[in-house]
């Protein structure tokens, strides 16, 4: 009996060329590995850089500083919508399983936690001094393993956090000597942000793996719709609503303002999404830390603020750690980009450029 191939129903994997990378219904794995990482990247910096503008100019109306779990629950109420209609009608996700309603009330409680407090912490922080804590995440992971899990880290992870330490002292200090806005408790709430923050990634991607078949904005809608309702719970029961509703209403630009910063932060998660899935996360991570860079300088340039040169030299010894953990961790992935970087060079010289073969050298000497 002769057997048959079954030519049109093979079940291998997919390879990475024909693999989706949908971002807000548009489908870059159509385009080539370079337009790809070009568009994105840059979409990721202007869209943050952006953002961080939005949300300091947010900071800077006169008395909004006290009413940073309002902008939060305006972020929600705002990214839960858009997250709504994505899922709905641009994504368009398939959903034939239960729904982990109690998971993602943990995601939403860790979302809450990490984005809430790091906002709060501008009450009391310069914005400069916010994005550089938000930076060493390395930090409360490598404490967490150590005293948590019993682990043991590397040479480089401990000098990596050392900088990064030495950085955010310093800055702190720098901050303390020369902005009035200074206040220590803004310290405690970026920390505990991070804290949270360090969780909240490995969790989110946990319930990723676990539930395929959730969008990525099926899980934002999730996570931002129950926590819109934990924070209205927490401005209730604090008694902030009323009064930062009323601020908002003599304060006309904070609706239009918020609305921006919340569709900026979404578009910048769902490309950052699709720039890990078509660059890898180291691409994503150095594009993601030049948008620090450039945010705290912009920072400085836009909004008046009082400088010293000690920002200088704390927020390179921050980017120091950064990149030592970046290249550490990576090393072998970025030597192979080097190297096909390099080939690539060679091969544009070899086609625009031809040779001189030594008689010709000669015959042009004579």
Known sequence: MKKHRNVGHSHSAPTSSNVANLVCGVDFSKFSKHVQFLTLSSIVLGLYILYGFVQEKIFHIPGFRSHGWYLTFLQFVY???ISYIDSRWI????????????????????????????TVSLGFLNFPTQVIFKSCKLIPIMIGGIFILGKRYRFHEYLAVFLMCTGLV???????????????KGIILICMALCVDAIFGNYQEKLMKKYPWYTNADITFYSYSFGTFLILTWLISTGQLLPSISFSREHHQ???????????GYLGLQCVLGLIKSSGVLICTIVTTMRKVLTLVLSFIFFAKPFCFQY???GG?????????VYTRNKPAIHMSMAAGSRSFKRF?????????DSERTIQQV
């Open 79 to 81: 990214v839960t919508f």
């Open 349 to 357: 010289l070899n086609s625009h450029y031809t040779p001189i073969s």
């Open 312 to 314: 200088v030299w704390s």
């Open 317 to 325: 010894l921050v980017i120091l750690g950064i990149g030592i953990n």
């Open 170 to 184: 310093g800055f702190s200090l720098a901050d303390q000597t020369v902005s009035p806005e200074f206040d220590s």
């Open 254 to 264: 904070v609706y239009p303002l918020a609305m921006l910063y919340s569709t900026l």
């Open 91 to 118: 994504s368009r996700s398939r959903r034939k399983e239960v729904t982990p309603y109690y998971e993602f009330m943990g995601l939403a409680w860790l979302t809450v936690g990490s984005i809430g407090l790091s």
